[in-house]
């Protein structure tokens, strides 16, 4: 299993726009769509890497405890599929459904999203602000796979709950660690 970090995108920048397709509804969602009044959470996932099912559960948590205090959610996967089909959107549509996201799951095919926001791995989250400024970027929490540190998202729940006290979020973040994003053109990306 490979280990690698986000590349830790500059605090303060404006989030990538997308339109992508989500595997779940059919449906084609922008990020001003996704957009919630408090902020917005981008997660890039995707359904073989261990590092993503050990916090699928805890994602699914986290959202049905910030949406409806009016953060936006949208997980997108922009693995290569034609390489590893695991990935392909009829398998995240059945992990979607499997662990009841109730977030769009958005399937970036071109990968023009992923080198825009410079995602690096999955899991990868990227919080941004009312007015779709980057605040946090990073890990969920310390847990990975086989390190016996229970998974409970407690660096972005700190983060969305000091935009909630109205309070600045921290600028000491921990980068992710989870599997590479699997390029098309370049592996080694």
Not at 33 to 59: A, D, Q, W
Not at 97 to 102: A, E, L, M, N
Not at 134 to 144: A, C, N, V
Not at 150 to 157: C, E, S
Request: hydrophobic share 35%; net charge negative; aromatic share 10%.
């Amino acid at each position: 299993m490979s280990r690698t970090q986000s590349n830790m995108l500059a605090l303060g920048t404006k989030a990538p726009h997308f339109s992508l397709r989500d595997v779940i509804s059919g449906n084609i969602y922008t990020l001003e769509e996704i957009r919630g009044s408090k902020g917005t959470l981008i997660m890039f996932i995707c359904n073989h890497c261990p590092f993503v099912k050990h916090v699928n559960e805890e994602i699914v948590r986290l959202e049905g405890d910030y949406r409806v205090q009016g953060f936006g959610f949208a997980a997108i996967m922009s693995n290569d599929v034609e390489n590893y089909p695991v990935d392909h959107p009829d398998n995240m549509q059945e992990m979607a459904r499997k662990h009841q996201f109730s977030f769009p799951y958005l399937y970036d095919e071109s990968q023009e999203v992923a080198r825009a926001y410079k995602a690096a791995c999955t899991p990868d989250f990227f919080l941004f602000d009312e007015e779709l400024k980057l605040i946090y970027r990073g890990q969920l929490d310390d847990s990975r796979p086989g390190n016996g540190i229970p998974v409970n998202g407690r660096d972005l729940r700190e983060a969305m709950d000091a935009v909630l006290s109205n309070k600045k979020v921290s600028d000491k973040q921990k980068p992710s660690v989870g599997c590479n994003i699997k390029w098309k053109d370049n592996p080694q990306l």
